[in-house]
């Protein structure tokens, strides 16, 4: 057990829906990352946020979003979406936001579009 | 861009052998990290062992070990002692240092799936 926590496990929901996926990093991380696996794109960083605020941005959607609230838990919402967005998203937090930090992964949200 | 490239998607091992995951990147960075994380039928992603770019020393955790060729941007992992637990996805994974004030993120390879034979 790493120690983040993520919400749903598992999701399937139709084309053009939205939903929002919940992670709650390990107590005292500050960042979190949010990261996409997929069969054809394999694993791909979307976001990472820094006690807050947004640090970095990978290939995100603009159909997606996603915050980190005071509480340091963070949301990646998912709308409008395609038969191309099933994948595992994994979040990911550490303490700080350096290589030398290193990143516990939660299990995961399984999102199938039908 | 840096990219990180896994040429082996699949590999087989006999139980107590030893086997060796290959991994190259690119980068213009001098300083960096690379890792080798593990990601077992759970799906669940486990860190296997980290390397500093600007450590010359290779890593090594238990049967766990790493070459590491900073000239020819290689970083392969070496498992020892194979076990039937060691069964999984094994990814490389590239991180750069000079992003540590303003964020970054992992860089992941493609993945080589790892099977244990009894």
């Known amino acids: 057990d790493s120690g983040v926590t993520q919400t749903p496990k598992h999701l399937i929901t139709a084309t053009g829906q939205r939903v929002t996926l919940r992670c709650s990093p390990r107590?005292?991380?500050?960042?979190v990352y949010w990261y996409q696996q997929s069969l054809d794109q394999g694993l791909q960083f979307l976001i990472q946020?820094?006690?807050?605020?947004?640090?970095a941005k990978g290939n995100i959607l603009e159909r997606f979003s996603a915050q980190q609230f005071p509480d340091l838990h963070s949301e990646l919402n998912l709308s409008s979406l395609e038969l191309g967005d099933s994948a595992l998203y994994f979040c990911?937090?550490?303490?700080?936001?350096?290589?030398?930090?290193?990143?516990?992964f939660g299990p995961g949200t399984r999102l199938t579009v039908l | 861009a840096q990219t990180v490239t896994q040429s082996q998607p699949e590999m087989s091992v006999q139980e107590a052998e030893t086997v060796t995951l290959s991994c190259t990147y690119d980068?213009?960075?001098?300083?960096?990290?690379l890792f080798w994380y593990k990601q077992p039928p759970s799906r669940q992603m486990i860190l296997v062992i980290r390397?500093?770019?600007?450590?010359?020393q290779n890593a090594t955790e238990n049967r766990f070990s790493v070459n590491f060729q900073k000239a020819a941007k290689s970083f392969s992992l070496k498992i020892s002692d194979s076990q039937l637990g060691d069964a999984a996805m094994y990814f490389c994974?590239?991180?750069?240092?000079?992003?540590?004030?303003?964020?970054?993120?992992?860089?992941f390879g493609e993945g080589t799936q790892l099977t244990v034979n009894p």
């Open positions: 390397q500093e770019a600007y450590k010359q």
């Open positions: 946020y820094y006690n807050g605020e947004e640090r």
């Open positions: 980068t213009s960075e001098s300083d960096y990290y």
């Open positions: 990911a937090s550490s303490l700080g936001q350096g290589g030398h930090n290193e990143q516990f």
């Open positions: 107590s005292g991380d500050l960042s």
């Open positions: 994974a590239y991180f750069p240092r000079g992003e540590e004030t303003s964020g970054s993120r992992l860089t």
